[in-house]
């Protein structure tokens, strides 16, 4: 029972601990400081773009796809229409997609609704991580700074009121974990539901997701075994062989059936769109791998943390180790276990990690777990240290210089260079609809569009269905026929250089209008 008691009743005499409910009211203070100073209340009404543009027009072209009448769960659509014409394509589970393209219906198309809702989700997984830590430590002020750290990620924080669905995994990882920790001191059997529930649902929405499931499964496992007590100690539970193959069974399965699902879905329409399979390590040369340690180097100054909590991220580690008696054995294995799943998916998914920070989201609950272990090791081996006025001040000034470095990495995020290209090149398409509807090209149109090199960001700003210049269209007339062999029946083109392209000179010939910087011209097809 040593294992139960630690985490029920360890550091009672730390310094100043306020009841439940003053702790809770210093959680959300401190939390409404942080999303007003990072201006989280402002982006919320931005429009899609900014860093990862690309990936969140695909998120929000396949929630439109669900407000379209007639529209079914398990068949994805997209405004881009892929190789066959039909824009199917899926990758994540599309809960999300489908309640809020529902939602649309009745509401008409709106981002802040899904932003909103995005941002609901993620603040009910920081209240979970703030109640699961306080559970462990009885401290209230400690699990919210321990909380707190983790919105002053840039990348937690950009992508907070985000439309990828990275986020809602990572906020259901952190409601599974507040789950495991009240099954773990109560032994209730509705707890060990909800956890698995949540885990599992995390895993269907990102399948990285589910580290935090293989986990507890691999730590489950071994406690069934003839050496759970030189591996575990004393473990939470002992499940019987029948009953955790089941169980196994029961929450993998679901995750494994939906993304098979998806793979096959993609391949029988010619999708290229998402990445269903692996993309290892192993299949790059040297001077790839040195560039996608370059990018990952730039993400630890800029995007994961400010570099200033590397040192405490370090000192906890140290103190995990150096102090390991004094945690359960079965949570050093289960630390163990996930920082060995994370550095697999990190080598599975290695090419991402070069430009896509977000494949690391929904592992980031690694942080504030490392920091838990070493706040309840220490306090168990110096039960007075985390409540002096010291360690209270270096933690504030800690917050204070990592919540200035995102609020200055998030302007450059929704600001920086990297959006002004379509910022201004396609702006005017946001607007262009109503001109569109008077000039004959209705939202039954297939247009082509030039030069967008993402798959839905203009096509989703103008809101019709088409093909962009993904794969180098513009320049291949092999590519231009087969897709008016599909149907095109408008070419719109937000680049005057482009026009005097001798590829698109037999196009042409039949302009309907120009509203700002875009030229549309009239191919013919079938909503002629």
């Not at 400010?306 to 949570?331: D, K």
């Not at 450059?412 to 260079?417: F, K, N, P, S, V």
Request: with cysteine; net charge positive; hydrophobic share 50%.
């Amino acid at each position: 029972m040593a294992g139960r008691r630690t985490l029920a009743h360890l550091g009672r005499r730390s310094g100043w601990h306020p009841g439940p409910r003053s702790s809770l009211v210093l959680f959300l203070v401190l939390m409404s400081l942080l999303v007003v100073f990072l201006g989280l209340h402002r982006t919320m009404r931005l429009p899609m773009g900014g860093h990862h543009a690309w990936r969140q027009a695909d998120c929000l072209s396949l929630t439109a796809g669900y407000q379209e009448a007639g529209s079914t769960f398990h068949e994805g659509h997209m405004h881009y229409l892929g190789n066959d014409g039909s824009g199917a394509s899926m990758s994540d589970f599309p809960l999300l997609y489908w309640g809020v393209g529902h939602l649309w219906r009745t509401t008409g198309r709106s981002e802040l609704s899904y932003r909103l809702l995005v941002f609901v989700i993620f603040l009910i997984g920081q209240l979970s991580l703030f109640l699961a830590v306080r559970r462990v430590l009885q401290d209230g002020v400690l699990a919210a700074w321990i909380a707190a750290f983790l919105i002053t990620s840039p990348m937690v924080a950009y992508y907070a009121n985000n439309f990828l669905m990275n986020m809602p995994a990572l906020s259901l990882v952190l409601v599974g974990w507040y789950a495991l920790v009240r099954a773990v001191q109560g032994q209730s059997r509705g707890w060990w539901v909800a956890m698995l529930g949540s885990f599992v649902l995390a895993g269907l929405m990102k399948p990285t997701a589910a580290l935090s499931l293989l986990g507890g499964l691999g730590v489950a496992f071994l406690a069934g075994t003839r050496w759970r007590n030189t591996l575990l100690g004393d473990p939470p539970v002992r499940p019987r062989p029948v009953g955790l193959l089941l169980v196994a069974i029961g929450c993998l399965l679901p995750i494994m059936a939906w993304y098979v699902y998806a793979d096959h879905y993609n391949a029988s329409h010619a999708s290229g769109v998402f990445l269903t399979g692996i993309s290892p390590a192993w299949e790059l040369d040297r001077q790839a791998i040195g560039r996608v340690f370059e990018g990952i180097r730039v993400h630890l100054r800029n995007d994961y943390f400010r570099p200033a909590l590397y040192p405490l991220f370090a000192l906890a580690l140290v103190a995990v180790a150096g102090l390991h008696r004094e945690l359960p054995r079965w949570s050093l294995v289960l630390l163990g276990t996930l920082i060995a799943g994370a550095l697999t998916i990190m080598l599975l998914f290695f090419p991402a990690w070069e430009d896509h920070d977000y494949y690391s989201l929904d592992q980031v609950f690694l942080a504030p777990l490392l920091l838990t272990m070493a706040a309840l090791a220490v306090r168990r081996r110096w039960p007075g240290m985390l409540g002096r006025a010291w360690v209270q001040l270096v933690l504030l000034a800690l917050l204070v210089h990592s919540a200035d470095h995102t609020r200055r990495r998030l302007i450059d995020r929704h600001e920086g260079w990297r959006s002004r290209p379509y910022d201004v090149q396609f702006a005017a398409l946001m607007e262009i609809g109503p001109w569109l509807d008077e000039h004959g090209v209705s939202d039954r149109a297939r247009v082509i569009l030039l030069p967008d090199r993402s798959f839905n960001i203009g096509l989703y700003r103008m809101d019709r269905k088409g093909w962009s210049d993904f794969g180098g269209l513009s320049q291949d007339p092999a590519k231009l026929a087969h897709c008016l062999d599909l149907g095109t029946t408008h070419l719109v083109v937000c680049n005057d250089t482009l026009l005097r392209s001798p590829v698109l000179a037999p196009y042409l010939d039949h302009p309907v209008g120009t509203y700002r910087n875009v030229h549309v011209f009239e191919l013919g097809g079938p909503d002629r």
